[in-house]
């Protein structure tokens, strides 16, 4: 029987049925616009700030300070072009790093081409920022912190909670993209000191589309799209119902069952790294080891190309993604690869599987085994490791002499 294993949890995540099931209504019986006055509709209105509500009590918010979105690369734009529109006057300097997704990074350059100023953090090896470069790059005209709370490739969670206090012992306003953490990890924004946050459905078991931003009373930002009221006339235009009641019912699902969850996912998660280092020769973990996301793996193998390895894993129905972008055109390789210390070489032979609570240990081991038959495929039919093999023998054979 073939197989078909989904380890690429990252890019996307199924819609949990009990999240389409709440959604359902929305489009069918109750499609009235929130806006309108009878009763019909009214109830809609009330149904978006329960969900706002929900959400606001897993991060230690208020209700009000939830803004919905389409999604996470909305609410990273927002963050950063309207607080840096909105505090102009102060200053026109911001703090990111390198490793951002690139909703943050395009949008920083935008800023950039718009007059603004900004740092690019280094990150080390395990691609965490350092705290001492961050203080070092503060200065009296910056405005802005954005650091993700975990990192979509190599899934490196980041000191929020230390980052935040600096900023605000210097008065700077923080962001942090959770796209990636949010529902899997847990957030306190009083805690960490946490400003705006984003968030989207689809990284949690929601649907595509819907998202948010939380954006902490005083602070002041532009309203992103102008028209009607909604979002407290943030964010205009009649909100997405079914979306806003999927992304709540995920948000509670996700929060019900993340330790649970959270705790086979990581269980399964080092259980993969463990094998694939110790039995595939050549090959590297990329990220923090222990500090990063339950269900992200992340692979260098030397003398192997990224693509080829995807192409055979999908030919035995295992998705997963690679840290190489020649699929889109770009022979760059992963910006947070890179920015990690890789060279080009081995950035190009990575690749990523980020798992759900669904995988079984009996799965992990089809993928090792998979892996396994694979690169010694590719590296068979490589010249590179051909000549490394050679040298390494030679070595071998002088040392014995
Ligand atoms: C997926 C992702 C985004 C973009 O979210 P969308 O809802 O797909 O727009 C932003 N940041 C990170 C870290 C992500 O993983």
Redesign the pocket.
Same mark, same amino acid.
């Given at each position: 029987m073939s197989r078909f294993l989904y380890l690429d949890n990252?890019?996307?995540t199924k819609t949990a049925p009990e999240v389409l099931e709440a959604m359902l209504p929305y489009f069918t019986e109750k499609f009235g616009n929130p806006s309108s006055v009878y009763q019909f509709a009214a109830g809609n209105k009330s149904v978006i700030d329960e969900q706002r509500d929900l959400i606001a009590a897993t991060l230690g918010a208020k209700g009000k300070e939830i803004y919905f979105t389409? $999604? $996470? +690369?909305? +609410? &990273?734009n927002w963050a950063l072009k309207a607080t840096a529109e909105a505090y102009a006057q102060k200053g026109k300097h911001i703090i990111t790093t390198k490793i951002? !997704? !690139? =909703? %943050?990074l395009h949008s920083a350059q935008y800023l950039e081409k718009q007059g603004y100023e900004v740092t690019y953090l280094d990150v080390d090896e395990d691609g965490k920022v350092r705290l001492q470069d961050l203080e070092a790059a503060i200065r009296p005209d910056t405005i802005l912190i954005s650091v993700?709370?975990?990192?979509?490739e190599i899934g490196t969670i980041q000191p929020i909670r230390e980052i935040g206090a600096i900023a605000h012992e210097h008065g700077i306003l923080f962001h942090t &993209? =959770? %796209?990636?953490a949010y529902g899997h990890l847990p957030i306190d924004v009083d805690a960490c000191h946490i400003d705006m946050l +984003?968030a +989207? /459905? !689809? *990284?949690l078991n929601g649907p *595509? $589309?819907? /998202?948010f931003l939380y954006i902490r009373t005083g602070v002041k930002i532009r309203s992103f799209i102008h028209g009607g009221a909604q979002e407290r006339k943030r964010r205009a235009g009649t909100e997405n119902v079914p979306g806003i009641v999927g992304l709540g019912a995920a948000v509670k699902r996700a929060f019900a069952s993340m330790e649970e969850r959270t705790g086979k996912e990581k269980e399964m998660r080092d259980y993969l790294i463990g094998r694939v280092l110790e039995e595939i020769p050549y090959t590297r973990l990329n990220g923090h080891p222990t500090d990063r996301l339950p269900g992200n793996t992340n692979f260098s193998f030397r003398f192997i190309e990224g693509e080829s390895l995807l192409i055979r894993l999908d030919m035995k129905g295992i998705c997963g993604s690679s840290g190489s972008a020649c699929t889109s055109g770009s022979l760059d390789p992963s910006h947070v690869l890179l920015a990690i210390g890789l060279p080009h070489e081995i950035a190009h032979g990575s690749l990523r599987l980020t798992l759900n609570e669904e995988i079984t240990r009996e799965d992990i081991d089809y993928v090792v085994e998979s892996l396994k038959e694979i690169a010694e495929g590719l590296r068979r039919m490589s010249p590179l490791y051909e000549d490394f093999m050679k040298k390494q023998a030679g070595r071998a054979s002088e040392k014995n002499r």
């Open positions: 990252a890019a996307t389409a $999604g $996470g +690369s909305e +609410s &990273d951002e !997704h !690139h =909703a %943050v993700m709370y975990a990192n979509n &993209d =959770a %796209v990636q +984003s +989207s /459905g !689809h *990284k *595509k $589309g819907i /998202g």
